[in-house]
């Protein structure tokens, strides 16, 4: 993998600054190939962009030649604001997204989200339209996760107790979507993060 060198941003938001620790491979060998935008599970249950999930996905995103950034929702670490089950959280994403494609240019947009992440990230995608969607254990069950567009990266685990296998299809299935299931993998994907980042990667290569 390449290196990673991690730098950290304080970007205006609509309800204060947000904070983003963004991962540049650099416009070296092989360029940059795009911009990857991850968020992290809900906040007022202990998410951060520190969550181990969202990091791998950074370092997968990374080791491709993606910028990847890792926002902070609202009221997590140095953003400002308080949670706003996920209105707000979207149109911070969408910022995030704005300010990266002005500093590195227009590059083709990746929106990655774990759990509630997820769930805000069909909600920007709808707005954005971004080349590609991953949703890692995306909480359908929970929050009124959107329709997404075909070939989107859906990855769950088989045994995930806060969301369960079954639900994922029940969203899935009407809108024609694959799935791919890590078997015995549970929410947060402890040891079988390697997995995870197997499956991004051949996906993205």
């Not at 092989?30 to 991850?38: H, K, N, P, Y």
Request: glycine share 12%; charged share 20%; proline share 7%.
């Amino acid at each position: 993998m390449r290196p990673v060198k991690t730098d950290r941003l304080l970007i205006d938001g609509t309800a204060g600054k947000i904070e983003v620790d963004v991962s540049d491979p650099g416009a070296g060998e092989g360029g940059r190939r795009g911009i990857a935008l991850i968020a992290h599970p809900h906040p007022l249950m202990g998410g951060t962009k520190d969550n181990k999930v969202v990091t791998t996905l950074a370092r997968t995103f990374h080791a491709l030649g993606y910028v990847a950034l890792r926002p902070n929702f609202r009221g997590v670490g140095g953003t400002g604001g308080v949670h706003d089950e996920g209105r707000g959280e979207t149109d911070d994403l969408i910022a995030v997204a704005a300010c990266a494609q002005e500093k590195f240019g227009p590059l083709p947009l990746v929106c990655a989200g774990f759990s509630f992440g997820s769930f805000v990230q069909t909600r920007v995608a709808k707005q954005l339209s971004p080349a590609q969607l991953v949703l890692v254990a995306p909480a359908v069950n929970r929050f009124p996760t959107e329709q997404v567009a075909p070939g989107t990266l859906i990855i769950h685990g088989e045994v995930d107790d806060v969301v369960p296998l079954t639900a994922v299809f029940d969203w899935a299935r009407p809108q024609n979507l694959a799935v791919v299931v890590i078997p015995g993998g549970e929410h947060f994907f402890h040891g079988r993060l390697h997995q995870l980042q197997d499956i991004v990667t051949r996906h993205f290569k």
